[in-house]
């Protein structure tokens, strides 16, 4: 059974950092391109970005550029997306799920970014 588990989300005040983790069962984590998506309220879901199953790093948001970095753990089957200089509009639920075809997905977790 198909199991994405995302945690480290929270409330944070602009310009601070969280990051985020995905932990990985049901399938082989290590031979499938990931990717962190993020849905704002009243918005589509979106790809934030993706890692090859070697960890290269594909596909940013102009608006996350430079302030997010996603990286994977092969042996922990673990994917993580370092978020830095929080912004209001990064807030939303972020979700893990392979790409570019997705599995069911999990819960998400809530990133909210507001004084």
Do not use: H
Not at 50 to 67: A, E, M, Q
Not at 76 to 85: F, H, I, K
């Amino acid at each position: 059974q198909v199991q994405l588990v995302e945690s480290g989300g929270g409330l944070v005040q602009p310009g601070g950092s969280l990051r985020l983790s995905c932990a990985v069962s049901g399938f082989i984590f290590s031979r499938y391109t990931m990717g962190w998506y993020r849905q704002a309220p009243g918005k589509e879901r979106e790809l934030v970005a993706g890692i090859t199953i070697s960890g290269g790093t594909f596909n940013y948001l102009d608006s996350v550029r430079g302030r997010f970095t996603i990286s994977r753990d092969n042996a922990l089957n673990t994917t993580y997306l370092q978020m830095n200089s929080l912004k209001s509009e990064d807030t939303a639920v972020y979700y893990c799920n392979t790409w570019p075809t997705t599995r069911r997905w999990g819960q998400g977790t809530q990133v909210t970014v507001s004084t």
